[in-house]
């Protein structure tokens, strides 16, 4: 008797949310005809077609990442945002349905934008292949700094309140270099590997990205007290870099004990820039911070392309199916997109609608501690849109 | 050296004939910002990696005075409606300080940007050790080239039409190096420097634009008769300079001369080679010809920075707050802008913009003979943009 309850009350659930859906669908129209009208132009891009629409590249990625894509396109069709999708399935786990690679790669290299899931790496290789297809896809396109800006949700119950910090990580070399070998049976080396102009590139990116955004102040993450020559001369290059922007503080900061002041006192930090692997260390520990992978965004900067993309990268393949992942992340990724290519107003209506529904409190997926589904969470920010 | 840099690329001569950034026509996607932040350069300075973040580039803006700050206003107003991927570091100097701190906080961030936007810089100090802020960011940053692209603009009412001459004037020293000094009571010694290195450079750069843009002769403005050695060093390095482009018409004309010259016949000047203070009377007397201060842009080029302002320096300042200046020459500014940084899409948007605006539509503000406010202007620009 409660099943059949239940199922009819999810049914009359669903079926509200659908009507409203359609009615308020109808009014984001009717006001865009009033605020976005003369905005139309701001599809005036070189990537963009005849009628003035934006071409993305998609990627879903593996486990729940065609859910979470899915819901942004459900946000993109109800707020009717110009942007078309190019959508390429690319998974390393299966690689014979997989996009080949090329593909992929010019696809965002024409587009210069992409929103890409998250792609699952097997932690062993068939082929002896060492780089993974992320490594492979950062390579070709030089995606050389990941940012991802770690930011307390409204509503979303943490340790810590208010932390509002930007990672930056060097994702092309470091620890990441895929040179391992077996000198002799038994050991295995691993190159890390550290170049002064890659280092330059992101401190100067670090800087850079602090000034546009206002920021105050820049750490560096090291571990030059153990890896002093590579390590050293990251934190050299960081520092040299400081020198060109007086008006921003620079300080250096152990990875160690960096990690243990982010979760005891997150708040002193503003921007840090780190190499490789300390940055996925820090950039995971910064989300489980504010509530998890599921509602961090992230984004990845060539000097042409950019692809956005969670910050904490899980494929969360126990849900698969499930619909009850968060999809908070990705449609975070997909409004600074929007940012990205000048399309502010949308941008600015996909955070507001996302804050409502946070704020509300009423729509939570389970890792927020409540019982909605991804669908009904992408339905109530599809409601909130205004 | 900016030039071997920029010749790298193949330009088709037909095209883009009054732009320097004619990058446009090359199959080469490396704009003119990319090509000086990649190639080695004579001066050892370490290069520093340039801003340009997914397909986005960081440029300084310098406001500067009187009117510099309501014409940035329209130009980010401008460029957030067309959606170009630039993002201005805004960097407020004040013009009353005595100290240098605000010029050289500029000076280095148009040093890691690479690109700046500047409106006229006002020095009001009259300290002697406060150094004039615009030739101190020129100086600091290398810039030893000045382009002037004078182009008559059919809209705008003029004594002359059709006027089409490029003014190249060194940019760093001759009369400009500051060096003064009271020897006697009652007696001012001023050094004017020439010096052959810098004198080759934009000799060669000058011969160099003219050769990649078609352009068929080039006239180098001195006073050797009476400065024999200093503009006579200048002289002589544009006819040794000469010998290596023959297909280029070279030939020389004394300073006041050409002034007469210029206002009579404007049509014989092609490209013209200057020095400093020369470069920047001629370059006003040719602004005038063509309608004033307010329509022409002016482009510093050094090895490894550019800085892009309204063709005149002069800040306006009567005039600010009135809603009267007029906005075509900061616009014209970033339009040399966005094309030295690549964006030929966005400056050709724009360009267009600005030539229906001012010579089919005619909407021009008082100083050029047209009764519009600048947001008329702007809005009339903006209007025109994407059809």
Same mark, same amino acid.
């Given at each position: 008797m409660s099943l059949i309850g239940r199922n009819i009350v999810r049914a009359l659930m669903q079926g509200s949310q659908h009507v409203s859906k359609g009615v308020h669908t109808s009014a984001v129209n009717a006001d865009q005809n009033v605020c976005f009208a003369p905005a139309g132009i701001s599809t005036l891009q070189p990537n963009a077609t005849k009628e003035g629409r934006i071409k993305c590249t998609l990627i879903p990625g593996d486990g729940v990442?065609?859910?979470?894509?899915?819901?942004?396109?459900?946000?993109?069709?109800?707020?009717?945002?110009?942007?078309?999708?190019?959508?390429?399935?690319?998974?390393?786990?299966?690689?014979?349905? @997989?996009?080949?690679?090329?593909?992929?790669?010019?696809?965002?290299?024409?587009?210069? *934008? #992409?929103?890409?899931?998250?792609?699952?790496?097997?932690?062993?290789?068939h082929t002896g292949e060492l780089q993974t297809l992320n490594m492979k896809l950062r390579n070709a396109l030089d995606l050389y700094a990941n940012v991802v800006h770690v930011k307390s949700l409204p509503n979303v119950k943490c340790r810590h309140n208010d932390v509002d910090c930007i990672i930056i990580r060097e994702q092309t070399e470091g620890e990441y270099s895929a040179l391992e070998h077996e000198s002799v049976p038994g050991v295995v080396e691993c190159l890390k590997i550290i170049t002064a102009a890659k280092s330059e590139r992101i401190a100067k990116f670090a800087f850079d990205y602090a000034v546009k955004m206002g920021r105050k102040k820049v750490t560096a993450v090291h571990k030059a007290n153990i890896m002093k020559l590579g390590d050293g001369l990251f934190l050299r290059s960081c520092e040299e870099m400081a020198k060109l922007y007086p008006r921003i503080q620079f300080e250096k900061m152990i990875v160690d004990n960096c990690t243990m002041q982010m979760v005891s006192n997150p708040n002193q930090f503003d921007v840090m820039v780190t190499p490789n692997l300390y940055g996925n260390i820090v950039d995971n520990l910064a989300s489980g911070l504010v509530g998890g992978a599921g509602v961090v965004a992230g984004a990845s900067y060539s000097p042409e392309c950019a692809v956005f993309e969670q910050g904490a990268r899980h494929i969360f393949s126990g849900a698969v199916g499930k619909n009850i992942a968060n999809p908070t992340a990705m449609l975070l990724c997909s409004a600074n997109l929007l940012a990205h290519v000048n399309l502010h107003s949308y941008s600015k209506m996909i955070k507001n609608a996302i804050n409502k529904v946070l704020t509300d409190g009423k729509v939570r997926t389970k890792d927020l501690g409540g019982q909605s589904t991804t669908k009904d969470f992408t339905y109530a920010v599809i409601q909130s849109l205004a | 050296m900016a030039v071997r840099l920029f010749s790298k690329l193949k330009v088709l001569p037909e095209f883009r004939n009054v732009s320097f950034a004619s990058s446009a026509a090359a199959p080469a996607t490396l704009s003119d910002f990319d090509l000086q932040h990649k190639t080695p350069v004579i001066r050892k300075q370490k290069l520093i990696p340039k801003a340009h973040y997914g397909g986005r580039h960081a440029v300084t803006m310098l406001p500067g005075?009187?009117?510099?700050?309501? !014409?940035?206003?329209?130009? %980010?107003?401008?460029?957030?409606?067309?959606?170009?991927?630039?993002?201005? +570091?805004?960097?407020?100097?004040?013009?009353?300080?005595?100290?240098?701190?605000?010029?050289?906080?500029?000076i280095t961030t148009i040093k890691r940007n690479g690109v700046g936007l500047k409106g006229n810089i006002e020095t009001k100090s009259e300290a002697a050790y406060v150094t004039s802020r615009n030739v101190a960011l020129r100086n600091e940053l290398d810039m030893y080239a000045y382009i002037l692209n004078c182009k008559s603009f059919p809209g705008v009412p003029t004594r002359h039409k059709d006027i089409d001459v490029v003014i190249i004037r060194q940019n760093t020293e001759g009369e400009y190096a500051m060096l003064e000094h009271e020897s006697v009571n009652g007696v001012i010694e001023s050094m004017k420097v020439v010096t052959a290195s810098n004198s080759e450079r934009v000799a060669r750069f000058a011969f160099e634009f003219a050769k990649r843009n078609g352009r068929k002769?080039?006239?180098?403005?001195?006073?050797?008769? &009476?400065?024999?050695? @200093?503009?006579?060093?200048?002289?002589?390095?544009?006819? %040794?300079?000469?010998? +290596?482009?023959?297909? &280029?018409?070279?030939?020389?004309?004394?300073?006041?001369? !050409? #002034?007469?010259?210029?206002?009579?016949? /404007?049509?014989?000047?092609?490209?013209?080679?200057?020095?400093?203070?020369?470069? @920047?009377?001629?370059?006003?007397?040719? #602004?005038?010809?063509?309608?004033?201060?307010?329509?022409?842009?002016g482009r510093n080029y050094g090895d490894h920075y550019?800085?892009?302002?309204?063709?005149?320096?002069?800040?306006?300042?009567? *005039?600010?707050?009135?809603?009267?200046?007029? /906005?075509?020459?900061?616009?014209?500014?970033?339009?040399?802008?966005?094309?030295?940084?690549?964006?030929f899409f966005h400056a050709d948007l724009l360009k267009r913009a600005v030539y229906k605006t001012i010579n089919e539509d005619r909407i021009l503000t008082p100083d050029v003979g047209g009764t519009a406010t600048s947001t008329e202007v702007v809005n009339a620009i903006i209007g025109n943009i994407g059809l």
């Amino acid at each position: 008797m409660s099943l059949i309850g239940r199922n009819i009350v999810r049914a009359l659930m669903q079926g509200s949310q659908h009507v409203s859906k359609g009615v308020h669908t109808s009014a984001v129209n009717a006001d865009q005809n009033v605020c976005f009208a003369p905005a139309g132009i701001s599809t005036l891009q070189p990537n963009a077609t005849k009628e003035g629409r934006i071409k993305c590249t998609l990627i879903p990625g593996d486990g729940v990442g065609p859910e979470m894509v899915y819901s942004v396109q459900e946000v993109f069709k109800a707020a009717n945002i110009p942007v078309d999708f190019e959508s390429f399935f690319f998974s390393e786990v299966n690689p014979t349905l @997989s996009a080949p690679l090329e593909d992929v790669v010019n696809s965002i290299a024409r587009n210069k *934008i #992409c929103i890409k899931g998250i792609l699952a790496t097997p932690d062993f290789s068939h082929t002896g292949e060492l780089q993974t297809l992320n490594m492979k896809l950062r390579n070709a396109l030089d995606l050389y700094a990941n940012v991802v800006h770690v930011k307390s949700l409204p509503n979303v119950k943490c340790r810590h309140n208010d932390v509002d910090c930007i990672i930056i990580r060097e994702q092309t070399e470091g620890e990441y270099s895929a040179l391992e070998h077996e000198s002799v049976p038994g050991v295995v080396e691993c190159l890390k590997i550290i170049t002064a102009a890659k280092s330059e590139r992101i401190a100067k990116f670090a800087f850079d990205y602090a000034v546009k955004m206002g920021r105050k102040k820049v750490t560096a993450v090291h571990k030059a007290n153990i890896m002093k020559l590579g390590d050293g001369l990251f934190l050299r290059s960081c520092e040299e870099m400081a020198k060109l922007y007086p008006r921003i503080q620079f300080e250096k900061m152990i990875v160690d004990n960096c990690t243990m002041q982010m979760v005891s006192n997150p708040n002193q930090f503003d921007v840090m820039v780190t190499p490789n692997l300390y940055g996925n260390i820090v950039d995971n520990l910064a989300s489980g911070l504010v509530g998890g992978a599921g509602v961090v965004a992230g984004a990845s900067y060539s000097p042409e392309c950019a692809v956005f993309e969670q910050g904490a990268r899980h494929i969360f393949s126990g849900a698969v199916g499930k619909n009850i992942a968060n999809p908070t992340a990705m449609l975070l990724c997909s409004a600074n997109l929007l940012a990205h290519v000048n399309l502010h107003s949308y941008s600015k209506m996909i955070k507001n609608a996302i804050n409502k529904v946070l704020t509300d409190g009423k729509v939570r997926t389970k890792d927020l501690g409540g019982q909605s589904t991804t669908k009904d969470f992408t339905y109530a920010v599809i409601q909130s849109l205004a | 050296m900016a030039v071997r840099l920029f010749s790298k690329l193949k330009v088709l001569p037909e095209f883009r004939n009054v732009s320097f950034a004619s990058s446009a026509a090359a199959p080469a996607t490396l704009s003119d910002f990319d090509l000086q932040h990649k190639t080695p350069v004579i001066r050892k300075q370490k290069l520093i990696p340039k801003a340009h973040y997914g397909g986005r580039h960081a440029v300084t803006m310098l406001p500067g005075g009187g009117i510099g700050p309501e !014409c940035m206003g329209y130009v %980010r107003d401008i460029f957030k409606y067309i959606g170009a991927p630039v993002d201005f +570091e805004v960097v407020d100097i004040d013009p009353t300080m005595d100290n240098d701190d605000d010029v050289q906080y500029a000076i280095t961030t148009i040093k890691r940007n690479g690109v700046g936007l500047k409106g006229n810089i006002e020095t009001k100090s009259e300290a002697a050790y406060v150094t004039s802020r615009n030739v101190a960011l020129r100086n600091e940053l290398d810039m030893y080239a000045y382009i002037l692209n004078c182009k008559s603009f059919p809209g705008v009412p003029t004594r002359h039409k059709d006027i089409d001459v490029v003014i190249i004037r060194q940019n760093t020293e001759g009369e400009y190096a500051m060096l003064e000094h009271e020897s006697v009571n009652g007696v001012i010694e001023s050094m004017k420097v020439v010096t052959a290195s810098n004198s080759e450079r934009v000799a060669r750069f000058a011969f160099e634009f003219a050769k990649r843009n078609g352009r068929k002769k080039v006239t180098t403005v001195h006073k050797a008769n &009476i400065m024999k050695l @200093s503009d006579g060093l200048f002289l002589e390095t544009s006819r %040794r300079m000469a010998k +290596e482009y023959p297909d &280029i018409e070279h030939n020389d004309m004394i300073i006041d001369n !050409c #002034c007469m010259q210029l206002v009579a016949k /404007p049509h014989q000047f092609d490209v013209m080679l200057m020095t400093n203070l020369y470069g @920047s009377i001629v370059s006003n007397v040719v #602004c005038g010809l063509l309608g004033g201060a307010g329509l022409l842009s002016g482009r510093n080029y050094g090895d490894h920075y550019a800085v892009f302002e309204p063709g005149t320096r002069n800040t306006g300042t009567a *005039i600010a707050g009135k809603n009267i200046a007029n /906005p075509v020459a900061m616009i014209n500014a970033s339009i040399d802008m966005l094309e030295h940084l690549g964006h030929f899409f966005h400056a050709d948007l724009l360009k267009r913009a600005v030539y229906k605006t001012i010579n089919e539509d005619r909407i021009l503000t008082p100083d050029v003979g047209g009764t519009a406010t600048s947001t008329e202007v702007v809005n009339a620009i903006i209007g025109n943009i994407g059809l």
